[in-house]
């Protein structure tokens, strides 16, 4: 097993990124018509918070069973991104190992990782890849 493989190797870098200015209803949009689970928020390239699928259940929770269009006014009129994005980050650097990702997401609190070169969002290596790259090794 490789035991010192940089994250960076495992790390998916086409990502898909929200800014502040955007409506929470697009970021609901993406969740629902992609395949991952997690949104950066960044001004410029600088990393600022994320927004989880489990956010967004948590505001469309209380209007179940409304149709999307009526979702998306609610979401929008009473919420913007910096009120529900996490702003409180655990990073990692691209050259931090695959071991580092996997002992902080090991810990349960979240299932993706921010990779950054100093405030730049470089990729995101979430609990999947970690699990697929340990695969790899058997």
């Known amino acids: 097993m490789k035991r010192n493989e940089p994250v960076s190797k495992i790390m998916t870098t086409d990502i898909q990124t929200v800014h ?62 910096e009120s529900v994005m996490t702003n409180e980050l655990t990073t990692i650097a691209a050259k931090d190992t695959v071991r580092d990702a996997a002992e902080l997401l090991s810990k349960g609190t979240f299932h993706s990782l921010p990779v950054v070169d100093g405030d730049a969002l470089v990729g995101l290596v979430t609990s999947t890849d970690v699990i697929k790259y340990l695969l790899d090794q058997y």
């Open 20 to 81: 502040t200015g955007q409506k929470l209803s697009e970021v609901r949009k993406m969740l629902a018509d992609n395949p991952y689970h997690h949104v950066p928020v960044v001004s410029g390239k600088q990393l600022i918070g994320m927004i989880s699928a489990t956010d967004m259940i948590k505001l469309s929770l209380a209007i179940y069973g409304v149709d999307e269009r009526a979702v998306d006014a609610m979401l929008d009129s009473q919420h913007t991104i």
